[in-house]
């Protein structure tokens, strides 16, 4: 509902992205010191038995034939789809939805982009970090990140969602700018 909305996504939001990037303690770990490859094929093996899991536990939300209506005859229901196109002019009519969208593709951009291929390698190239360290730094993002969920998500909720974003935008800009000036692994954290 629009009064728990923010809090309701920001916790939605915050254990997708943390999930992603808490993997950079074990991958770090395991990159230093089994080898290289050592974290893919986790993250493989790991797929596999979530995806067993998920293919035994999780019930299916879709039925599987359609309803019958109650004279046994099967259910019609009221041709309510639009098409692609249709779709795409409704969602950009509405105001500020295209400006948002655009902030989002920068933000994760830069996470995925940034943070997982660019900083990395930074930190490894020129300030000579070890993986594992590296896989500490990222991890601690997350965490970090985890932990500010419920709190933003209950600013959104109080102060609205403009009054959240431009700030948190700035200050993530702010902080990928930072990465440049690191110059050992107190400054990389």
């Known amino acids: ?6 809090r309701v996504m920001a916790i939605y939001t915050g254990v997708f992205l943390s999930a992603v990037g808490v993997g950079s303690f074990p991958g770090g770990w395991l990159a230093s010191n089994v080898g ?8 493989a093996a790991l797929a596999g038995v979530v995806a067993l899991l998920a293919f035994l ?3 299916e939300t879709r039925p599987a034939v359609q309803a019958l209506s ?4 099967r259910a019609v229901e009221p041709e309510t789809k639009q098409t692609f196109s249709g779709q795409i002019r409704l969602l950009t009519a509405i ?14 951009f830069a996470r995925t982009g940034g943070l997982f291929n660019v900083v ?12 594992s360290q590296i896989g500490v730094g990222i991890g601690l993002i997350s965490i970090v990140s985890l932990v500010l969920v419920y709190p933003s998500g209950a600013l959104v909720d109080r102060f609205g969602r403009k009054g959240v974003i431009i700030p948190s935008t700035l200050f993530s800009a702010a902080s990928m700018v930072s990465f440049a000036f690191a ?3 107190a400054t990389f954290l």
């Open 95 to 108: 105001p500020g939805f295209p400006l948002i969208c655009l902030v989002s593709f920068s933000s994760f």
């Open 183 to 185: 110059d050992s692994f």
């Open 1 to 6: 509902s629009p009064h728990n909305r923010g």
């Open 70 to 73: 109650t004279n046994g005859a």
């Open 57 to 59: 536990f999780v019930p």
């Open 120 to 131: 990395p390698l930074l930190a490894e190239e020129d300030i000579g970090l070890e993986p």
């Open 36 to 43: 290289l490859a050592s974290p893919f094929i986790a993250n």
